[in-house]
T-cell receptor, first 112, second 115 residues
Framework: DTAVSQTPKYLVTQMGNDKSIKCEQN?????MYWYKQDSKKFLKIMFSYNNKELIINETVPNRFSPKSPDKAHLNLHINSLELGDSAVYFC???????????FGPGTRLLVL | DQQVKQNSPSLSVQEGRISILNCDYTNSMFDYFLWYKKYPAEGPTFLIS?????DKNEDGRFTVFLNKSAKHLSLHIVPSQPGDSAVYFCAASQYSGGGADGLTFGKGTHLIIQP
């Protein structure tokens, strides 16, 4: 019955590796997002994806790429992982971009 | 440049009393404000929202007040209960702009309810 789910919950990996985080929502929402919560606890938008339109926060390195196989999924691919990528990544969804967003439980990424 | 500020990292309140969490914003384009509650190792959970056309919105024990001229909003929880102990995030967006830029969050306030 989980509305927004993410896998894996924890991810520990070496610098330079490529990894993916999966997100699925069963709310029938049209818009999905990825947020990053850094060590200072700020939650910052990385991407929003609505009807095949991708809006990217300009501060996000191009090593990060979202992929949406269908409306219910928005996966996050990260290439050439760096130490500074260590953070908690949250997926979220909303019916429309302007409406209330519902968050997944987060994926805790640690890059060694 | 923090556009949404929560200046109190933590707040301790006795059970049964009122908890007041504050939030300030600098971007005058923000017109939709939300409060989220977050427990450790979980994602933020939506609590309550307010549009800039209102100055108050109430839902059970939770009331959000918006003062547009001061660019300030507050969340009141009354009476406070032990289960309210969590981190509370204030968030803002440009509803009229389509909202596709996502939410801008404050740093959060850790509310501790003392028995």
């Amino acid at each position: 019955d989980t509305a927004v789910s993410q896998t894996p919950k924890y991810l520990v990996t070496q610098m330079g590796n490529d990894k993916s985080i999966k997100c699925e929502q069963n709310l029938g929402h049209d818009t999905m997002y990825w947020y990053k919560q850094d060590s200072k606890k700020f939650l910052k938008i990385m991407f929003s994806y609505n009807n095949k339109e991708l809006i990217i926060n300009e501060t996000v390195p191009n090593r990060f790429s979202p992929k949406s196989p269908d409306k219910a999924h928005l996966n996050l691919h990260i290439n050439s992982l760096e130490l500074g990528d260590s953070a908690v990544y949250f997926c979220a969804s909303s019916q429309r971009p302007v409406e209330t967003q519902y968050f997944g439980p987060g994926t805790r990424l640690l890059v060694l | 440049d923090q556009q949404v500020k929560q200046n109190s990292p933590s707040l301790s309140v006795q059970e049964g009393r009122i908890s007041i969490l504050n939030c300030d914003y600098t971007n005058s384009m923000f017109d939709y404000f939300l409060w989220y509650k977050k427990y450790p190792a979980e994602g933020p959970t939506f609590l309550i929202s307010i549009s800039s056309i209102k100055d108050k919105n109430e839902d059970g024990r939770f009331t959000v007040f918006l003062n547009k001229s001061a660019k300030h909003l507050s969340l009141h929880i009354v009476p406070s209960q032990p289960g309210d102990s969590a981190v509370y995030f204030c968030a803002a967006s440009q509803y009229s702009g389509g909202g596709a830029d996502g939410l801008t969050f404050g740093k959060g306030t850790h509310l501790i309810i003392q028995p």
